[in-house]
C-alpha cells in the first residue's frame, strides 16, 4: 500500500448512534465517527472472537439464500477482471448464508484463501430483526436509506464512486479506506463501465503494487488522498460521487452501509444523463462539443435561476424548478422522442 498519505478528519470519541448529519452534508467532506456503533450487538459479538459474530449473524439468519462473490486464491482477494478486461475474475454464487459462513471460517488460517463476498445484501431481506440491536435508525431524521450488510475474508473493493451519500459501519473486523475527490477521476484511471466487479465503475490501478509507469497520473490522485483504517464500531461519512477503496484488513469481516439520496425523488439518476451524453455528444466534433459545453453550463452547471430569471413566471416551464408534475411530463417527453 502507498504510504505518506493525509487521514480522513475524524470526529473522536461520539456518543452511540449520535450522527452529525446535517454538518456532515453541509461540509461534503469524508468524516470518521469514531465508537459510533461500538453498542450494537453485533460489534459486541465480533468482539469476543468470529465464532461469536457469526452465530449472531446465523441467529438472525431466515434462510433464504445469498448471492456471493466468489475467487480463487490467485486473485488475492481482490476481484476484478481477467488480463483484457472482457470478464471478471470471480464467480456469482447463490447458497445459504451459513454455507458462506461456514467456508470463510475454514479458509481464516490461510495466508492466501479464496474470496468469499456478500456484497450489499439488504439486511431487512434477510436478516429481519437484526436492525433492532445494529442501526442508526436515520429515517427518525428524514432520511429513507435501508442498510445493507457486506461480509467476507480478506477482500479488497477496487476504487469506485457511490453516486448517493452513504454512512459504512465496520461491525467486525477492521478495514482500511482510502479517499479521493471526485475531480480525481482521471487520475484514478476508471476502467469499463460494463462489467463491472460491484456494479459501479472502478479504478484499474493496483493500489497493492501500483505501476507508475502505466499509470503515472496516479500518482497525482494519492497526493490528493485521504485514508483511515476503521476498527469496529467506528464509521465513515463519504460524500456521493467521491472515489473509495476499501481493503478488509482480518479474516472476517463485516461492514453495514447507509446509502440515501439528498435529491427529490422525482429527479432521475444522474448516470442515465452520462450515458445519454456518451451515445449523443461525446463523439461530435470538437468545435461542436465545445458550443454544448457552453450550453451545458448554462442550462445545467451554472445557478439554476440563471436561466429564466429574464422570463416571467408563466413561460419559464422548464427553466423554473422541476417539481412531480413537470418531471413526469419530462420523462413522457424524452421517452416519446428516444423511441422515434
Known amino acids: 500500500m502507498i504510504d505518506a498519505i493525509a487521514s480522513v478528519r475524524e470526529l473522536p470519541d461520539r456518543q452511540p448512534g449520535a450522527l452529525p448529519l446535517d454538518e456532515l452534508l453541509a461540509a461534503g467532506q469524508p468524516v470518521v465517527l469514531r465508537g459510533v456503533a461500538r453498542d450494537w450487538g453485533l460489534v459486541q459479538a ?6 461469536e459474530a457469526m452465530d449472531y ?11 456471493y462473490s466468489y475467487g480463487s486464491r490467485e486473485i488475492a482477494g481482490r476481484p476484478f477482471y481477467n488480463d483484457d478486461f472482457t470478464a471478471l475474475n470471480i464467480e456469482v454464487r447463490r447458497s445459504p448464508l451459513g454455507e458462506v459462513l461456514d467456508a470463510i471460517a475454514a479458509h481464516a488460517g490461510d495466508a492466501q484463501p479464496p474470496t468469499y463476498y456478500v456484497a450489499s445484501l439488504l439486511v431487512d431481506t ?22 445493507s450488510i457486506w461480509i467476507g475474508n480478506r477482500v479488497t473493493a477496487s476504487c469506485h464512486y457511490d453516486a448517493m451519500e452513504n454512512i459504512a459501519c ?18 484514478l484511471y476508471p476502467g469499463p463501465l460494463e462489467p463491472t466487479p ?43 460521487l467521491w ?24 429527479i432521475p439518476a444522474a448516470m442515465h444523463a452520462l450515458y445519454h451524453a456518451l451515445w449523443s455528444l461525446r463523439d461530435r466534433p470538437e468545435r461542436e462539443k465545445q458550443a454544448w459545453r457552453a450550453l451545458f453550463d448554462y442550462y445545467v452547471f451554472g445557478d439554476a435561476q440563471r436561466a429564466g430569471e429574464h422570463l416571467p413566471p408563466q413561460a ?21 422522442k428516444l423511441n422515434r
Open 57 to 67: 449473524l446465523r441467529r438472525h439468519y431466515n434462510g433464504q439464500p445469498v448471492t
Open 198 to 240: 460491484g456494479g459501479q465503475v472502478v479504478s484499474v490501478v493496483d493500489f497493492a503494487n501500483p505501476d507508475f509507469e502505466r499509470y503515472p497520473r496516479f500518482r497525482d490522485a494519492l497526493a490528493a488522498a485521504q485514508t483511515a483504517v476503521l476498527e469496529p464500531g467506528d464509521a465513515i461519512f463519504i460524500p456521493n
Open 46 to 51: 465480533g468482539q469476543r472472537g468470529m465464532p
Open 316 to 336: 419559464r416551464k422548464t427553466l423554473g424548478p422541476i417539481d412531480e408534475t413537470l418531471a413526469r411530463q419530462l420523462r413522457a417527453m424524452l421517452i416519446n
Open 170 to 187: 465496520c461491525a467486525v473486523g477492521r478495514r482500511r479506506f482510502t479517499v479521493f475527490p471526485p475531480e480525481q477521476v482521471a487520475n
Open 126 to 147: 434477510r436478516l429481519p430483526g437484526f436492525r433492532a440491536q445494529n442501526d442508526f435508525d436515520l429515517a427518525a431524521q428524514g432520511i429513507h436509506a435501508p442498510p
Open 243 to 266: 472515489w473509495h477503496h476499501v481493503q478488509g484488513l482480518e479474516p472476517f469481516n463485516v461492514l453495514v452501509n447507509y446509502w440515501w439520496n439528498g435529491a427529490p425523488a422525482h
